[in-house]
């Protein structure tokens, strides 16, 4: 194309030496004519087919769109693109990326048709619109149009957790939220329903468990590597002593992209519980003890922060301890002196070596205030524990019975014996012979009716021995 302006050109300057102005062209001869019409026709056929195809190849990022014959056909069409786009998303559209077009002779190759333009535009335009992001630690999880939609979603996430006007300043997120402007590719763009669903959809780390039969919290907790205290912090509303099968148990509390933290303050009155000094005492035997002095405990106000995450408490924290009553410590003393041997211990020992025949409770013929222990007569019968002889000898149905009070409040009675090796007054020690087995009185056979009584009344033997 340069190269027949160049000509022209030429041939242009040879007419204007020529002084075509004063050309007459009735003196040109055939021959003279001719030479200027085979300059000057292919010359104008030239700069005329040339004008008609010049085009223009649209890049889009240094993609190769194709070729167009006009920019403004692609302005108008992109304009056309963008004002779709801010209707149907309701806010100020950009075009991302650089758009180029390079001037180019015709040579056959087709141009893109205006209505096919619009789909190869459309497909390989990006549009981007001023946006504002939720941020989470500096990360973007969400994009809204406005900024007053980002705050409104932000506070309805909050607002499950306030239920009074104090709540509002203890109500704050785990993470780092923020929310920061950007230019955002328009696909992103969330109305606020949208991106508060997608802030509060529950992470994959929520752990559910199905009771099953046989189970127990404890078993559960150790399958799962956790303590049975975690689980009841994520099951507040659960006895989890008292899990039923089928029942279902959160194992792992939930997470979201954002996390509600809730600091509450309690202060409650607690009690201080008092110590225990001893005094060693001369005038009480080895293993007995009596309070000098009782103790008491003591008050104190302790307030406390509460802190829950998405509504499970997560920990307490002690903010403060006033204390309002001291406690006051108990003193008791404790014995020194030598137990004699005949003191009683405080704990009985099997009186003989044989079997239980009969229990305690309920008979056909009345209520048995003893045990029987049968064995062969003459068998040794020995004090259960120490104390003094109170009776010895014959009492009705008992046969031959030895009493002897242990000084603690309580007796140990042994009946039907054969014979008697004690009197009444004598002290005695646990394991001392005192009689043998034989079946006088009300006794069917040889054995030893054993009775203990606690402040005189019968209680049952087995619970003591």
């Not at 040579?107 to 048709?113: K, M, Q, S």
């Not at 802030?199 to 929520?206: G, P």
């Not at 202060?267 to 000094?277: A, D, H, R």
């Amino acid at each position: 194309m340069n190269l027949l302006y160049k000509m022209f050109s030429r041939e242009m300057l040879r007419l204007k030496r020529l002084n075509l102005k004063r050309l007459n062209f009735k003196k040109l001869n055939r021959k003279k004519l001719l030479r200027i019409s085979v300059v000057f026709l292919p010359l104008l056929a030239a700069l005329v087919i040339t004008a008609s195809t010049r085009s223009y190849s649209v890049n889009i990022d240094n993609k190769y769109l194709g070729t167009v014959k006009s920019k403004r056909v692609v302005q108008d069409i992109l304009k056309d693109i963008v004002k779709e786009a801010e209707v149907r998303h309701g806010t100020e559209i950009s075009v991302s990326g650089e758009i180029s077009y390079k001037s180019v002779f015709f040579t056959g190759r087709d141009r893109i048709e205006e209505n096919e333009l619009r789909g190869v535009l459309e497909s390989n335009v990006a549009l981007t619109a001023k946006a504002f992001a939720i941020t989470a630690d500096g990360k973007d999880i969400t994009y809204l149009k406005e900024q007053a939609s980002a705050e409104e979603v932000l506070n309805k996430i909050k607002e499950p957790y306030i239920q009074s006007q104090e709540d509002g300043p203890n109500v704050v997120f785990v993470e780092n939220v923020g929310i920061v402007e950007r230019e955002v590719s328009v696909d992103k763009l969330k109305d606020r329903q949208e991106a508060f669903d997608s802030l509060t959809i529950e992470s994959n780390d929520k752990k559910e468990y199905t009771v099953e039969k046989g189970d127990i919290v404890g078993r559960i907790a150790e399958r799962f590597g956790i303590t049975a205290q975690e689980i009841q912090k994520v099951n507040p509303g659960i006895d989890i002593d008292n899990i039923s099968i089928g029942q279902k148990l959160i194992i792992v509390a939930p997470k979201y992209a954002v996390n509600v933290k809730k600091s509450s303050y309690k202060t409650l009155e607690e009690k201080i519980p008092y110590g225990v000094e001893y005094e060693d005492s001369q005038e009480l035997y080895r293993g007995e003890s009596r309070v000098k002095a009782k103790g008491a405990d003591g008050k104190k106000l302790v307030k406390t922060e509460l802190v829950s995450i998405n509504g499970i408490l997560e920990k307490t924290n002690i903010i403060s301890e006033d204390v309002l009553e001291e406690p006051k410590t108990e003193v008791m003393l404790r014995g020194t002196k030598e137990r004699p041997r005949t003191a009683a211990t405080g704990v009985f020992a099997r009186p003989n070596r044989g079997s239980v025949s009969s229990r305690f409770g309920q008979r056909w013929r009345g209520k048995h205030t003893g045990i029987d222990i049968a064995a062969p007569r003459g068998t040794p019968n020995k004090a259960a524990d120490g104390g003094v002889v109170t009776f010895a000898g014959w009492e009705g149905n008992y046969g031959k019975l030895i009493i002897i009070d242990h000084g603690n409040g309580f007796t140990t009675y042994y009946a039907h014996n054969d014979t008697i090796k004690v009197k009444k007054g004598q002290r005695v020690a646990k394991g001392d012979v005192i009689g043998t087995v034989g079946s006088t009185g009300n006794a069917t056979g040889p054995h030893l009716h054993f009775e203990v009584r606690k402040n005189g009344n019968p209680v049952d033997p087995s619970k003591y021995i």
